[in-house]
C-alpha cells in the first residue's frame, strides 16, 4: 500500500511541476514579445529562444542524473501512462512530423496523407501486438526480448545491428533539423550549427539516461505543441477569421487554393499565359540535359570532353567581347568549374538536371485532387496514376509496420509501472500525436494559399524579406530566379523545399518575430526528443546487448554506464558529421527508417509473441532476409548513392519495406518450420507474455 501511495504522490507532484514549468513557459513567449515590441535585435531574441529552451533542458538532464542501472535504462519503470504519452508524443514527433510534416502535404496535397494514415496507424498495431507484450518481459532493450525469446547471441546481434541501422537513419534526420534552425535562427553556417545543435541534444541524456530522457520529452513536448498550435490558429484568423483551422483551411482556404490553381493551368487567363511563358524555359532545359544524357551514353568520356572544351572556348569568346559583359564571363567560368568530372558524376548531374527542370514544366498539381498525375498522352497519365497509387498504399503499410517496430519507441512502454500503464499509455500517445497530426494538412493549406496569393504576382523588386533569409540558409529550401526575365514572381519560379514551411509559416504571414521564435523552439524541442531517445537506443544496444551481454558479463554497473555514455558521444558525433553531408530530405530519412525497421523487426516481434512455433533459425532467417533486401533496394535506387537501378513495380525507395516485410515474414515462418520447435520452456515464455493483463514481468532485472 505505501508503494502505491508513493506512487500517487509521485504522479502529483509531476502534475504541480510541469503545471509550474507550463506557466513559466508562457510567461517567458510574452517577455520575449514585449522586448521585440521595444526594439530587442531579432537576432538576440532568437537566441534567447534557442539557448534559454536547451538550458532549460539540460537542467532537467542534470537534475535527472543517476547512476542506477534500471533508472538509466528504463527510467525505474516508475512513468506514470499520461506522462509517458506525453514523452512518446515527444519522442514520436520528430523533426519529420514538426518540420517536415506540413511541408510534404503543401507540395504533395492529398498523396501526403500516407504520412498521417501511417504513422497514426501504426500506433494502433503498437497497441494491439507489442506494447503491453513486450512490457510483460519487463527488461530492458528490444535486443533483449529477441535473445530471450529465440535464445542464443546471433537473435541479438542481429537485433543489434538493425536498431543501429534504423535509428543512425532516423537521428540523421533530427540533427538535420537542428543543424537547420540552429543556422536559421543564429546565423551560424549549417555545419557549425549542426555541432553546437548536438550539444543541445547530449546534455539530455548524457547523465540520466532514460530517466533525463523521459522527463526532458515530457517538457519538450508542452513546448512543441504551443509552438505548433499558436502560428496555425494565429494564421487561420488572419486569412479566414475563423480560429478553428481544421475547419477555416477546408471551408475557406481550399476552394480558393483549387481555383488560383485552375487559373495558373490556364493558359487563357493572364497568370496562366505567365506561367506557361516559365514552363516552356523548363521545357527547353529539361530537353538539353536529356540531349547531354543522351550524348553521354553514345560518347562517354570523350563526349564530356568535348562539351567542357566548347564551355572553355565560350569564356574566351566573351573575354574577347567588347566590351567585356563580367557577369557572363563569371557565369561561364562557374560553368566549366562546375562541370562533372567523369561520367558517372554527369549521369548523376543531369538526371537530376532533367528531372527538376520536367518538374518544372509540369502543370500545377491540383492540391485535393487524389493521385493526379501528367503525361503526354492519357496512358502516360494512367500509368503515373496508377504509380502513384501504389506508391501512396505501399508508403501507408511502411509506415505503419515500422511504426511497430522502432525501437526508440517501443522501449517507452518499458518505463511505465505496469502492462496496465502500458495500454493506457498509447491510448494517451495518439490523443497528444493527434492533436498536431490533425493540424499539419491545414498548415499545408493555409501556407499555400499565402504563396499563391500573395507571394506569386509580386515583384521581384520587392521580395519579402523572409525570401533571402530562407535563401541564405539553404538554396535547396527557397530559391526564386526571374526565368523569363518579367520582373514578377510566377509558381513555376519559386523552389521552396518541403522543411521550410512550418519553420517560415510566421513569417509568411507576416506575425511577429516572437511567433518566429517560439516556432524554431518548438521544432528543436521535436528534434531534439527524438534524437534523444535514438541515441541512447544505439548506445544501450551496443553497450548493454552487444558489451554487457555479449563481451563483458562480470562488468560493474559504473562501467556499464561508463561504456554507455562514452558510445552516446562518439555515435552522436559520427551522425553529425553524416548529417553535414546532407544525404537526403528530413522526410526521406525518416520514412527510410520506418521501411527498414519494419523490414529488421516486425516480423520477429510479432510472431514471436503470437506463434510458439517461431524459432532461432525463423528469427535469424527472417530478420537477415528482410533487413538486407530493404536496406539493397534502398541503395540500389536512392539517388543519392549514384547507382539509379531500376525500380521494382515502381515502388520509390522510401517504401523499399514493401519487400523486406514480406520476405521477413516469410524467412521466420520457412526457417522455424524447417528447424525443431523451441524448447519447452520458451513456449512457456510465450504464453506468459501472450496474457499481459497478469501482472508480474518475465524479468525486471535485466540481467
Known amino acids: 500500500m ?80 499520461l506522462f509517458n504519452g506525453m514523452a512518446t508524443g515527444a519522442d514520436w514527433m520528430s523533426a519529420a512530423s514538426f518540420i517536415g510534416m506540413a511541408g510534404t502535404l503543401y507540395l504533395t496535397g492529398y498523396d501526403g496523407l500516407a504520412f498521417v494514415m501511417g504513422w497514426t496507424g501504426g500506433y ?99 513546448i512543441l505543441i504551443f509552438a505548433y498550435m499558436i502560428p496555425v490558429v494565429w494564421l487561420s484568423v488572419k486569412d479566414t477569421g475563423n480560429p478553428i483551422p481544421q475547419i477555416a483551411a477546408y471551408v475557406s482556404a481550399l476552394p480558393k487554393v483549387t ?61 574577347a567581347a567588347s566590351p567585356v559583359d563580367a557577369k557572363a564571363v563569371e557565369a561561364a567560368e562557374k560553368a566549366v568549374k562546375d562541370f562533372p568530372v567523369d561520367p558517372s558524376a554527369a549521369k548523376k548531374a543531369w538526371t537530376a538536371a532533367k528531372g527538376g527542370a520536367a518538374a518544372k514544366a509540369a502543370p500545377v498539381k491540383a492540391h485535393a485532387e487524389p493521385f493526379a498525375a501528367t503525361g503526354k498522352t492519357p496512358e502516360e497519365v ?119 514551411i512550418v519553420l517560415a509559416t510566421p513569417e509568411i504571414a507576416g506575425l511577429p518575430y516572437v511567433i518566429s521564435g517560439l516556432v524554431a523552439a518548438g521544432g528543436l524541442a521535436a528534434a531534439l526528443s527524438t534524437a534523444d531517445g535514438l541515441l541512447l537506443t544505439i548506445a544501450n544496444a551496443m553497450s548493454h546487448d552487444l558489451y554487457y551481454k555479449m563481451i563483458d558479463p562480470q562488468a560493474s554497473t559504473v562501467r556499464r554506464l561508463a561504456v554507455s555514455k562514452g558510445l552516446l558521444l562518439v555515435v552522436a558525433l559520427v551522425a553529425a558529421y553524416v548529417t553535414s553531408l546532407k544525404p537526403g530530405d528530413i522526410l526521406f530519412l525518416v520514412g527510410a527508417a520506418f521501411s527498414l525497421a519494419a523490414s529488421g523487426f516486425f516480423p520477429a516481434l510479432v510472431l514471436g509473441v503470437f506463434w510458439r512455433r517461431a524459432n532461432y533459425l525463423g528469427a535469424v532467417i527472417g530478420m537477415s532476409a528482410g533487413l538486407g533486401l530493404c536496406s539493397y533496394y534502398m541503395y540500389m535506387t536512392y539517388p543519392f548513392f549514384g547507382v539509379n537501378a531500376p525500380l521494382w513495380w515502381d515502388i520509390a525507395p522510401i517504401a523499399a519495406g514493401f519487400w523486406g516485410i514480406p520476405v521477413g515474414i516469410i524467412g521466420v515462418i520457412v526457417g522455424s518450420l524447417i528447424s525443431p520447435a523451441p524448447s519447452k520452456q520458451i513456449q512457456e515464455l510465450v504464453d506468459h507474455v501472450r496474457y499481459p493483463n497478469l501482472e508480474g514481468d518475465i524479468n525486471t532485472a535485466g540481467a
Open 2 to 81: 505505501s508503494g502505491q501511495v508513493s506512487q500517487s504522490q509521485f504522479y502529483q507532484n509531476l502534475k504541480k511541476y510541469y503545471t509550474f514549468y507550463t506557466g513559466g513557459f508562457i510567461t517567458f513567449v510574452v517577455i520575449v514579445g514585449i522586448l521585440e515590441q521595444m526594439g530587442v535585435p531579432n537576432k538576440v531574441l532568437g537566441y534567447m529562444f534557442l539557448f534559454a529552451t536547451i538550458l532549460l533542458y539540460a537542467g532537467i538532464g542534470f537534475m535527472s542524473k543517476t547512476a542506477d542501472v534500471s533508472e538509466y535504462y528504463v527510467a525505474g519503470r516508475r512513468v506514470p501512462a
Open 124 to 222: 494502433c498495431l503498437v497497441a494491439l501486438f507489442l506494447a503491453p507484450y513486450l512490457r510483460k518481459f519487463g527488461q530492458f532493450t528490444i535486443p533483449d526480448f529477441l535473445a530471450e525469446r529465440y535464445g542464443g547471441n546471433l537473435p541479438r546481434l542481429i537485433g543489434v545491428l538493425a536498431a543501429i541501422v534504423c535509428s543512425f537513419t532516423y537521428v540523421i534526420a533530427q540533427i538535420y533539423g537542428v543543424g537547420l534552425i540552429t543556422s536559421r535562427f543564429t546565423g551560424l553556417e549549417f555545419g557549425v550549427g549542426v555541432f553546437v545543435g548536438l550539444a543541445g541534444i547530449l546534455v539530455c541524456s548524457f547523465l540520466g539516461g532514460m530517466k533525463a530522457v523521459t522527463w526532458t520529452q515530457v517538457a519538450q513536448y508542452i
Open 259 to 319: 481555383a488560383l490553381e485552375k487559373e495558373f493551368n490556364d493558359k487563357t487567363t493572364p497568370k496562366g499565359a505567365a506561367e506557361e511563358s516559365v514552363r516552356a524555359i523548363f521545357r527547353d532545359r529539361a530537353a538539353a540535359a536529356d540531349a547531354k544524357l543522351k550524348g553521354l551514353e553514345a560518347g562517354g568520356a570523350n563526349y564530356l570532353t568535348e562539351e567542357k572544351g566548347k564551355l572553355a572556348a565560350k569564356v574566351a569568346e566573351l573575354k
Open 382 to 500: 494512367e500509368k503515373n496514376r496508377n504509380k502513384a497509387k501504389k506508391n501512396f498504399l505501399a508508403l501507408i503499410l511502411c509506415l505503419m509496420v515500422g511504426t511497430a517496430a522502432l525501437p526508440h519507441i517501443l522501449m517507452r512502454y518499458y518505463t511505465t509501472p505496469s502492462v496496465k500503464d502500458a495500454r493506457t499509455s498509447v491510448t494517451w500517445s495518439l490523443f497528444f500525436i493527434f492533436l498536431l497530426y490533425f493540424t499539419a494538412p491545414a498548415l499545408g493549406i493555409l501556407a499555400k494559399f499565402e504563396v499563391y496569393n500573395n507571394l506569386v504576382g509580386s515583384s521581384f523588386a520587392s521580395l519579402p524579406a523572409w525570401v533571402s533569409n530562407w535563401a541564405a540558409v539553404d538554396k535547396t529550401l527557397m530559391a526564386i530566379a526571374d526565368i523569363n526575365k518579367d520582373g514578377i514572381v510566377q509558381l513555376a519560379e519559386i523552389t521552396i523545399g518541403g522543411d521550410l
